[in-house]
């Protein structure tokens, strides 16, 4: 199956994403979890990006960051997957792929959307039923955010967020902030109101993310036909 081009533009906020090979475990104790922030935090140094939300999981990763540009992210990324390779290789005396490939990263509006996609990163633990509430997943930026656990690596969101944050990171997504969201990520299609997609796919020749997989051009597009 050729590779699905990834989202790109100059500008935005990202939702970025990637899991492991197989969807086998690649955080397997909390020094595990621990390091690969340790990697995150020096991968920021290197490569300035803005990190407004992360999700450490067993088998995959969210970040919602706002490069100063697209090959920052690009090469925030590819630093921080060759160390963490490197690292796991080495303390698990293993050898060939950890993550599934390339990340994949999709374009967010900057209003209610960006603290959709927020909630979506941080309330993973919560619909993944490894706890109950997102403040007992330490391996996310919801703990940083309400000042349960000392920053390491959280940027502010542009935006006001809701007086009662931990009542809206928990509150389940409706099915079709799910049925969008699960799009976004699998076709890297940017994520905000129909016309706002429409045009940033236009301007930013993002067409192809909203096609489903095989059609050509001139199929129909995903969630956004125009009526």
Not at 109 to 128: C, F, K, S
Request: aromatic letters at 12%; charged letters at 25%.
């Amino acid at each position: 199956m050729p590779r699905i081009p990834r989202g790109t533009a100059e500008g935005f906020i990202y939702h970025v994403f990637n899991r492991g090979n197989d969807k086998k475990t690649i955080f397997h104790k909390d020094s595990d979890y621990a390091a690969f922030i340790k990697l995150v935090r020096d991968a920021k140094n290197r490569h300035p990006v803005q990190m407004m939300a992360y999700c450490i999981m067993p088998n995959h990763f969210h970040f919602v960051v706002m490069p100063t540009n697209v090959q920052n992210l690009s090469k925030l990324m590819q630093w921080l997957m060759t160390s963490h390779v490197r690292r796991y290789h080495k303390f698990h005396n293993s050898s060939g792929h950890i993550w599934q490939g390339r990340y994949r990263s999709f374009i967010i509006q900057n209003d209610i959307h960006l603290l959709t996609v927020v909630r979506y990163v941080e309330g993973n633990p919560v619909r993944a039923r490894l706890v109950s509430a997102a403040r007992e997943w330490p391996w996310s930026s919801y703990r940083e955010r309400v000042g349960i656990q000392e920053g390491r690596i959280l940027d502010p969101i542009p935006l006001i967020l809701p007086r009662d944050w931990e009542s809206f990171v928990n509150m389940p997504l409706t099915d079709e902030e799910k049925s969008r969201l699960t799009a976004s990520v699998a076709r890297n299609t940017p994520f905000g109101d129909s016309q706002w997609v429409m045009n940033k796919c236009g301007e930013n020749k993002l067409e192809h993310t909203l096609r489903p997989r095989g059609r050509k051009k001139g199929d129909r597009l995903l969630f956004y036909q125009k009526k």
